[in-house]
């Protein structure tokens, strides 16, 4: 399934209906969230033509370097252990998250128990 917002491909119990639109979880949320309104720094993020993946993790800022250090140092952190332990309100882990995956540097899998984990983009 491709979500129609960001164009991801997702597995079909990823896909989450927005209205008229099938959105990706990650879309999802972000729609759905009070705090999407206008967010330039993460619109310019996901659409900046940064070329490698090095420059764009030199061009990270808070919380999206801690949030992407974190990952990198684990390999794979439960989604829900990451906020408390960044010191992040949920919604900010959120975005920066969206972020992040779509900059395609990390991702989120879905465990057996439901909940899901983050990891490197390329793991
Ligand atoms: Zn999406």
Known sequence: MICERCKADVTED??????SQQVCED???TLMSPSKACDPWAVKMA???I???????????EPELSL????????????????????LE?????????????????????R???GV???????
Not at 51 to 61: F, P, R
Not at 117 to 123: H, N, Q, R, Y
């Open 14 to 19: 990823e896909i989450v209906d927005h209205g």
């Open 27 to 29: 879309c999802a949320m």
């Open 47 to 49: 659409s900046s033509s």
């Open 51 to 61: 070329g490698s993946k090095e420059d764009a993790v030199k061009a990270l800022k």
């Open 68 to 87: 992407y250090n974190l990952v990198i140092s684990k390999g794979r952190v439960p989604r829900e252990e990451i906020a408390p332990k960044l010191g």
């Open 90 to 110: 949920a919604s900010e882990l959120e975005r920066a998250f969206s972020v992040l995956r779509h900059m395609e540097l990390l991702r989120g899998e879905k």
């Open 112 to 114: 057996a128990d439901n």
């Open 117 to 123: 984990d983050i990891l490197p983009f390329d793991k």
